[in-house]
């Protein structure tokens, strides 16, 4: 229905950009329900009850109540006039934006998966649709005679003097004082309490603060990406610049452009509770802190966050991919940092690509987009080839700080002693940053002591009990875990098999194994070992932050973690311990993610004044992928990937779409997953591979078989999986996960 002046307005109090379409009192409407299932379901929306569209509703639904989204108005000729239930609340919030919706249904038909579970991703705070509660807080009282006034009271009294009532924590924390000095006065009466909604307050972000003093270069890009917020119309800019180049500080000004035409900015980045460094620029550039989204929440902080981004209070939201999802009113930029990250990808659930679908949303409202990376993902290197995507360069690190000098060790010269990892060359490397009061890094991509553990005596080796992998040996935790089920046990006394005692080898190395290397060799360090395991969330990442800063930890040994867009000036050594660990597998971006992964490492590598330098231990030296990495020839690398590409047609010169089977009867998925592929379809420039046993042919104790579907670039994949599955029923022991787009091919 196309909003007219009769039925298209917004209400006092609506947040900027809203546009209520109203519904005829009466009318049959079509409500979205965030279950999976195939559609939209038919109510009537009572006489007394005025809605718009995209209004959240309360339906009946059997003999439950749920929220939803008035979807659009329904036909005469769907539900029976006496079968049809009604519409029974309609939540106070502004209405699902029209680019949300649409966004939903393209997501939903991109993937194929059913729009309902594309819309719960939208609707993630079932508490953001109670009632809004209330909390205590407290406000200047009238005078009270005999109070002694200390002076953390006299301070609370000062920061309450301004009329508003704040909650205890907030007038402390103004105050400098602990919650319980503020709760003493109010029982002295020199405090007044009162009940306000429990809404989170948000200070406005300020763009009129001064930014950096951007290079010309940095002052080229910040214009052309404040342009495009000002144009206010869909297009999409790629910062690709090197590590430490001034990509934020450049994007910085494309959200104080938006902010200073009063819109709201989704600023999306792969890890964001270990971005604390981030957060903090942030907030001393624009003088307040943007909200939050992200999955170490608590429901208090989802349920305020949300409802502030519904109600346009929220100016700035930073979060991972879910961000994506929430309902703003009145978007005006979206910045994806490290655009080339796969963290982008979920997996779970519905298995989308919120890098790609940040294109899709930027597209629907008709606002700008802002990639950042210092290794572009080949699909956006290809986009700004073709010049769909503006492509601005930062060739140079800011204020002269030089590239760190690479080195290539080829670990079958330079070898290792027996039942280690760190070749001389590194070893002496270590020694020498170690003893100029410097930091390094080990970086090795493996959690855990060891990646396998096997019985010397009859060679048995310990797997996980629910997937087809190895358990992995953890000392510091005493534990075996699988990284893929998470699956936890003791190390067990005697070989499950033999029954021999103190029969276990490890075999490789983990973290804790090489940590325990390094800090036999030098005692004298100061060693860290950092996980997902050690620094889970912002506190830890910011303590992690904190002790680098003060040089408290001058030996860092880390997986992929510590590859993030961590800053310090003293960290002059990065080791690389394995750089061909990413390289097995047979992966179709295993060589792009490994450059992309030693390459974010490197760049922790002489950040500041100190020249830093990178060493590389690996096999094959000759490698495209390593000499790139030696010589900083990013753009051949880019270029040697892409001809591959082209001449396998696998994307972005191709299509892909993975089909995974699995179920606890191993049978039952081999004869789907055989089934499937007798009806694969053939055709020009359609090709099935499989089925086939996936690597992890048992995960979670489902068995896996896959099949893999390529077309060539100007095939819909969506339309070959749809009439190839129209008439497959798939049995009930049975599940199918499709994934289109795919990058984990486990
Ligand atoms: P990138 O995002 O490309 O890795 P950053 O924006 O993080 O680069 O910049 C790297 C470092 O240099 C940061 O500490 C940043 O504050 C600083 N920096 C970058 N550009 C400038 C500038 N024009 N003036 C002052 N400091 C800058
Ligand atoms: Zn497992």
Redesign the pocket.
């Given at each position: 229905m196309p909003p007219t002046a009769a039925n298209s307005a917004s209400q006092p109090g609506d947040p900027p950009g809203t546009q209520r379409v109203m519904v005829d009192a009466g009318a049959r409407v079509k409500v979205l329900l965030p279950l999976p299932l195939a559609g939209a379901y038919d109510y009537r929306l009572p006489f007394d009850l005025p809605a718009e569209i995209g209004a959240f509703v309360t339906v009946p639904l059997g003999n439950r109540r749920v929220n939803g989204v008035i979807w659009g108005p329904a036909g005469e000729d769907g539900v029976a006039e006496d079968k049809l239930r009604e519409v029974i609340g309609v939540h106070p919030l502004p209405p699902l934006p029209a680019a949300n919706r649409a966004f939903v249904d393209w997501l939903s038909g991109y993937y194929l998966a059913a729009p309902g579970a594309v819309l719960r991703m939208a609707m993630s705070v079932p508490a953001a649709f109670e009632p809004p509660r209330t909390r205590t807080a407290y406000r200047r009282g009238t005078p009270v005679e005999g109070v002694k006034l200390t002076a953390a009271r006299q301070r609370v009294l000062e920061a309450a003097d301004d009329g508003f009532a704040l909650p205890a924590s907030e007038l402390a924390r103004q105050a400098g004082v602990s919650s319980s000095v503020v709760k003493g006065l109010a029982g002295l009466g020199a405090l007044e309490t009162v009940q306000i909604p429990d809404e989170g307050r948000w200070r406005m972000p300020d763009p009129a603060l001064p930014g950096?003093?951007?290079?010309a270069a940095?002052r080229e890009a910040a214009d052309a990406v404040s342009k495009a917020v000002e144009e206010d119309d869909f297009s999409v800019t790629l910062?690709d610049?090197?590590?430490?180049?001034?990509?934020?500080?450049?994007y910085?000004e494309a959200i104080a452009a938006a902010l200073a035409a009063g819109r709201q900015v989704l600023v999306m980045l792969p890890e964001i509770a270990l971005s604390s460094q981030w957060l903090g620029?942030f907030e001393r550039r624009f003088g307040a802190a943007p909200a939050e989204w992200h999955s170490d929440l608590t429901q208090t902080q989802r349920r305020r966050t949300w409802r502030g981004v519904a109600e346009g209070r929220v100016r700035v939201v930073v979060g991972a991919r879910s961000a994506l999802h929430l309902p703003y009113p009145d978007l005006g930029l979206i910045v994806v940092?490290e655009e080339h990250e796969t963290a982008f990808k979920q997996e779970d659930g519905v298995a989308y690509h919120a890098r790609d679908m940040a294109v899709v949303r930027a597209r629907l409202a008709g606002i700008p987009l802002v990639l950042?990376s210092?290794t572009p993902s080949l699909e956006s290197h290809v986009n700004a080839l073709d010049g769909k995507y503006c492509a601005m360069h930062?060739p140079q690190?800011?204020?002269g700080a030089s590239m760190p000098d690479v080195q290539l060790i080829d670990i079958t010269k330079d070898k290792p002693g027996r039942q280690q990892w760190l070749s001389p060359s590194l070893q002496k490397a270590l020694r020498e940053t170690l003893d100029a009061g410097q930091q390094a890094l080990l970086f090795l991509n493996r959690r855990g002591y060891a990646p396998l553990t096997l019985c010397r005596t009859c060679g048995h080796r310990l797997a996980c009990p629910n997937c087809s992998t190895w358990l992995v040996e953890h000392r510091f935790t005493r534990s075996l875990q699988c990284h893929h089920c998470g699956y936890t046990g003791r190390m067990p006394q005697n070989c499950p098999s033999c029954d021999d005692a103190e029969s276990f080898a490890a075999c490789g190395p983990g973290v804790e194994r090489l940590w325990e290397e390094a800090t036999a060799l030098f005692p004298d360090a100061r060693g860290e070992v950092v996980t997902s395991a050690t620094v889970h969330g912002p506190l830890q990442a910011a303590a992690y932050v904190k002790r680098m800063a003060n040089l408290e930890t001058n030996l860092v040994i880390g997986t992929q973690i510590v590859a993030k867009?961590y800053?310090f000036p003293m960290l002059t050594l990065v080791g690389v311990v394995d750089a061909d660990l990413g390289l097995n597998g047979g992966d179709l971006r295993a060589a792009e993610r490994t450059y992309q992964l030693l390459h974010q490492v490197a760049?922790r590598a002489g950040?500041e004044g100190h020249p830093g330098r990178v060493m590389i231990q690996t096999a094959s030296p000759q490698a495209p992928v390593m000499q790139a990495l030696a010589r900083h020839d990013r753009d051949g690398f880019l270029r040697s990937e892409l001809d591959l590409r082209e001449q396998t047609a696998f994307p972005p010169f191709g299509r892909l779409a993975a089909l995974i089977v699995s179920s606890r009867d191993e049978e039952a998925a081999d004869r789907a997953a055989r089934l499937l592929g007798r009806t694969a379809p053939r055709g020009a420039g359609v090709e099935v591979y499989g089925p086939a046993p996936a690597p992890l042919s048992l995960l979670r104790g489902r068995y896996r078989r896959r099949l893999l579907l390529k077309t060539g670039r100007e095939i819909s994949v969506q339309k070959v999986l749809r009439d190839w599955l129209k008439d497959f029923q798939v049995p009930s022991q049975v599940r199918l996960q499709l994934d289109i787009d795919p990058y984990s091919f486990l």
């Open positions: 950096a003093d951007l290079s940095q910062l610049g090197v590590t430490g180049s001034g990509k934020t500080e450049v910085f620029r940092d950042a210092a930062l690190r800011h204020g867009g800053h760049g950040r």
